[in-house]
């Protein structure tokens, strides 16, 4: 949503979307390090909270891929922990979400993509993977290209539109209302924060495990 340029050194220029992206990053990392520095094998503070939220993603991962669960745990996590954390920025006050703008979301989106091709790939070989384009006719290989343009594009529009949309009635209802409804309006923000997290996190959970699992069925028959 903030396009604008919030950073400028000479040919090099940066909006306020990445320098909240890359402040995200930095606080992440910060505290993924500070949570496993001492790590024990009785848990306390951060490495308790650290290892909870562990926990439920893995088991998120496993009810829906459990065989390549181990595999695509940690890119799946991560971005169900920065997507959350993102949608949830913009409630501080002179911050806006980064997902509210296109370039952030697309660029989610086009991680996923290459994402579920490196993982298929990888599981099987380069041959291996490309077949089930082909498959179960030759004549099929244009709708399945389109398909995974198609679905990469939707991912990055979907959270766009829908986190712009959240924003602006935030700040509509706040303009109108004044200050009288402030903990509706962000007990909205929170639940939709989380929900479209969620949604992005689980298609492209759901896209990575169909590929690897439809090339295992693949490689069976």
């Known amino acids: 949503m903030e396009n604008t340029i919030s950073f400028a050194w000479g040919p090099l220029q940066m909006s306020a979307s990445i320098l909240t992206t890359w ?3 930095a606080v992440m990392s910060l505290v993924a390090w500070l949570s496993t520095r001492h790590l024990a094998l009785l ?13 439920v993603l893995d088991d998120a991962v496993s009810a829906v891929a459990p065989e390549q669960s181990r595999e695509i745990m940690p890119f799946i996590a991560t971005l169900w922990l920065f997507l959350i954390v993102a949608n949830l920025v913009g409630l501080i006050p002179e911050l806006h979400s980064p997902t509210s703008d296109l370039s952030v979301t697309s660029a ?7 994402s579920v091709h490196w993982f298929g790939i990888k599981t099987l070989g380069l041959k291996q993977y490309l077949h089930h384009y082909l498959t179960p006719s030759p004549i099929l290989l244009p709708f399945h290209i389109i398909s995974e343009f198609t679905r990469t594009l939707a991912l990055a529009i979907r959270l766009f539109g829908n986190m712009m949309s959240l924003e602006m009635a935030a700040m509509l209802i706040l303009l109108v209302a004044g200050f009288l409804a402030p ?3 962000l007990m909205l923000h929170i639940i939709e924060a989380l929900v479209q997290a969620y949604i992005f996190g689980m298609l492209a959970l759901i896209y990575l495990a169909g ?3 439809s090339q295992q069925l693949n490689s069976q028959e």
């Open 23 to 25: 402040g995200i990053m």
């Open 43 to 55: 848990p306390k503070g951060l490495q308790t909270l650290a290892e909870g939220i562990v926990s």
């Open 108 to 114: 989610l989106a086009v991680l996923v993509f290459i």
């Open 183 to 185: 903990i509706p309006i």
């Open 211 to 213: 590929a690897m699992q």
